[in-house]
């Protein structure tokens, strides 16, 4: 897709990834419609977004709203027809799952499932008519391979990665289509950097422009799935395909589950 005068609804725009990946698309000359409960922190974004010669406004709602994703779709029509739809927002905190509320897993799984499925849902059929459109769901490589004490989280993630797979699929000549991107640990901004840790050897870490450039690349190129990260994490998804319990003996091995189990009981405390 050839980036410039189109419009994009970003979410998760108030903090972390979200605003290198609205900077990203601004720079490309496109129009934005951003959104997060955030006000004041939006509207920021909104107007670093304007400096690159865009139209950017700030939506803020609550993803998980019904009602509100109705508000959401409105407004974001008033830029124009949305022609990129980035599902960005997303929540995780790391805990035992059975030390999880029934209210916690439902929040997270409506926050990092329904609410990306339903915004495509609202969008999609509106690009399919025009013949033009692109969504992006924000995974992780937690999707790929579930972590102790990350298992709900890791549960969204991969129904974001499958689900991709599927209507890509579904959507082949319409000339609207689906990527996935898969980010590691990302130092400097969002909820990893937020712990204020160093990602376990193995895993190693990536920047959140890294992240910006690889939806920029997805759209652009339609790309199904990007992994960023750096190191041999990358060749983990095709060991876990042939051996996912050696996978597991290494990841354990080489304390990226202990990171884990640290980071729960530091939560707890
Ligand atoms: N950072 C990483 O290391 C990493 C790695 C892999 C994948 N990811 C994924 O990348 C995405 C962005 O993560 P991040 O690191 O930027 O997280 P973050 O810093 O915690 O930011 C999350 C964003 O989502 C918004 N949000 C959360 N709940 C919302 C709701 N109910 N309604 C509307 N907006 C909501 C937040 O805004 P408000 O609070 O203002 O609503 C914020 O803008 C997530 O999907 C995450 O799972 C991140």
Redesign the pocket.
């Known amino acids: 897709m050839d980036l410039a005068g189109k419009t994009a609804l970003l979410?998760?725009?108030?903090?972390?990834?979200?605003p290198y990946i609205a900077r990203a698309f601004a720079e490309r000359g496109v129009h934005l419609a951003l959104?997060?409960?955030?006000a004041d922190?939006?509207e920021a974004t909104a107007r670093e977004a304007t400096e690159f010669g865009v139209r950017a406004i700030a939506i803020p709602?609550?993803?998980?709203?019904p009602s509100?994703r109705m508000r959401l779709l409105e407004r974001a029509g008033t830029l124009g027809p949305i022609d990129i739809l980035i599902?960005?927002?997303?929540?995780?905190w790391v805990c035992q799952y059975t030390n999880m509320s029934v209210e916690e897993i439902e929040?997270m799984v409506?926050?990092?499932l329904v609410?990306p499925l339903m915004l495509s849902r609202l969008v999609l059929p509106d690009m399919i008519a025009r013949g033009s459109g692109h969504v992006v769901m924000?995974?992780?490589?937690?999707g790929k391979k579930g972590s102790p004490y990350s298992a709900t989280?890791a549960a969204t993630?991969a129904g974001l990665i499958e689900w991709t797979s599927g209507v890509r699929e579904e959507l082949r000549g319409t000339g609207v289509s689906a990527s996935v991107i898969?980010?590691?640990?990302?130092s400097q901004?969002?909820?990893?950097?937020?712990y204020g840790k160093r990602a376990p050897r193995l895993a190693g870490e990536s920047t959140?422009e890294q992240?910006a450039v690889a939806v920029l690349r997805a759209v652009e190129r339609d790309l199904a799935e990007i992994t960023v990260n750096p190191g041999p994490k990358r060749l983990m998804d095709v060991a876990n395909a042939i051996s996912p319990g050696a996978v597991t003996w290494i990841l354990r091995r080489f304390g990226v589950y202990e990171f884990y189990r640290q980071q729960a009981e530091d939560n707890a405390r």
């Open positions: 979410t998760g725009a108030s903090r972390g990834l979200g959104t997060a409960r955030t922190a939006l709602e609550d993803v998980t709203d509100g599902n960005n927002a997303g929540i995780e929040r409506q926050t990092n609410a924000m995974s992780s490589l937690g989280y993630k898969c980010p590691g640990f990302v901004a969002g909820m990893f950097a937020e959140p992240v």
